[in-house]
């Protein structure tokens, strides 16, 4: 059973462009929100983090979008370039539980110049 | 020093081979992990050590061994791995217990 379910599988935006990257969850003790940008052949990258506490958190271009009624959170790229093109995961996990990661099953952003 | 490192890069390796993956840090992070990527999918948690004592292993086939010699050091034995365990495996470590980071990995081809 996916714990994060993550859309759209894939996305093409032109530079400038605000691309929007959604996931939801069911598990309501889940309590840590983190983003990952990976590109090919690389290690995922810490980009953005946030707790539910929340509703919103900037980090440069990168802000998470955070509803905990509805349990979704989401990835909004402000003015976004070429070298954004990656693949992004959220993530999901518990304080409790926190060494155990619940990926979501990513997104393939392309930014066309 | 706020990398995890990884070694080798690559590896290729026949199916009745013994090989070894290194990964090293020196955040003074307390839990590392070895996690599983195929290509366009999420990692896949293999296994966690938390104060260098195995703390997760999530059903992984005993050809996959790990160990943790202290602190900063882990490493993945393999042995009469298959085909399909070709993936790129990724080593993190965090300090706490939620910001995971991660090394740029090793790709490991089984022939």
């Known amino acids: 059973q996916q714990q994060v379910k993550q859309s759209p599988q894939s996305l093409i935006v032109q530079k400038g462009g605000i691309p929007i990257i959604n996931c939801a969850y069911e598990n309501t003790a889940f309590d840590y929100f983190p983003w990952y940008q990976q590109f090919p052949g690389k290690g995922p990258a810490l980009l953005i983090a946030?707790?539910?506490?929340?509703s919103e958190k900037k980090e440069g271009r990168f802000t998470i979008s955070f509803n905990k009624s509805a349990k979704q959170f989401s990835l909004h790229i402000m003015d976004s370039q070429p070298g954004d093109s990656a693949t992004y995961f959220c993530a999901a996990t518990t304080s409790v539980r926190g060494n155990q990661f619940y990926f979501g099953t990513g997104t393939s952003l392309t930014v066309i110049p | 020093d706020t990398e995890v490192t990884q070694t080798p890069k690559h590896l290729v390796m026949g199916m009745t081979n013994k090989k070894s993956l290194k990964c090293e840090q020196h955040?003074?992070?307390?839990?590392m992990y070895w996690y599983k990527q195929k290509a366009k999918k999420p990692p896949e948690l293999m296994f966690v050590y938390s104060y260098e004592k195995l703390s997760i292993n999530e059903s992984v086939p005993s050809r996959f061994s790990p160990e943790c010699p202290n602190s900063s050091l882990l490493n993945l034995h393999l042995h009469a791995l298959q085909p399909e365990d070709s993936a790129l495996y990724l080593c993190?470590?965090?300090?706490?217990?939620?910001?995971?980071?991660f090394g740029p990995g090793t790709r490991l081809t089984v022939l």
């Open positions: 946030i707790r539910p506490d929340v």
């Open positions: 955040m003074g992070h307390r839990a």
């Open positions: 993190a470590s965090s300090q706490v217990a939620n910001e995971q980071f």
